[in-house]
């Protein structure tokens, strides 16, 4: 029997990392405030390291977008899987050559694209689709920003997120 609801559960397991990483930062500074000496000075790395993983965690609960979704998401050694009801497929994580964000499926998806492979659809809210942060993080230049801002935008057609070579004139801005 669990006292808490299962709203307030969800809710707290997509804030972990920043619920973590406030506590690390808690410790490190009641070290840093209490007894001084050694623990004092080791008080400040592990403030500073929880502070790091409460921004990063700050990031990864903005890119989940709940599950439910059609199909399952794994990653693994740097291979991005996506079996769904109608289809799925598989590409490597390193050899990613366009990540565009289609907004006008039901629900969004992400179209990762591999030379010389079926461009492979992924629903938002997919069963374990947060892993494609970690799988996204490979991507050269890729900035998580960029990323969160067009899945929390409102865009009305598919967007290129971030590509390996340009197929665009160099003047020409990304988005």
Do not use: C
């Not at 390193?94 to 289609?102: G, K, P, S």
């Not at 030379?115 to 938002?124: C, K, Q, T, Y």
């Not at 967007?159 to 197929?167: A, N």
């Amino acid at each position: 029997m669990s006292f808490i609801r299962p709203e307030a559960r969800a809710a707290l397991w997509r804030w972990r990392e920043v619920l973590a990483g406030l506590a690390v930062a808690l410790l490190g500074l009641s070290w840093i405030a209490g007894p001084g000496g050694l623990l004092g000075w080791t008080g400040w790395p592990v403030a500073a390291a929880g502070l790091a993983l409460a921004v990063v965690g700050v990031q990864r609960a903005r890119f989940r977008t709940g599950g439910g979704g059609p199909g399952i998401v794994l990653l693994d050694e740097g291979e991005i899987t996506y079996m769904g009801p109608l289809g799925g497929g598989s590409v490597a994580a390193a050899e990613i050559e366009r990540l565009t964000y289609d907004p006008t499926a039901t629900p969004p998806h992400w179209l990762l694209e591999q030379e010389g492979r079926a461009v492979l659809a992924i629903p938002v809210n997919a069963e374990g689709a947060e892993v494609l942060f970690d799988g996204f993080s490979a991507l050269p230049g890729l900035r998580t920003e960029r990323v969160l801002a067009v899945l929390k935008g409102d865009a009305r057609h598919a967007v290129v997120i971030w590509e390996r070579t340009p197929s665009r004139p160099a003047t020409l801005p990304l988005h």
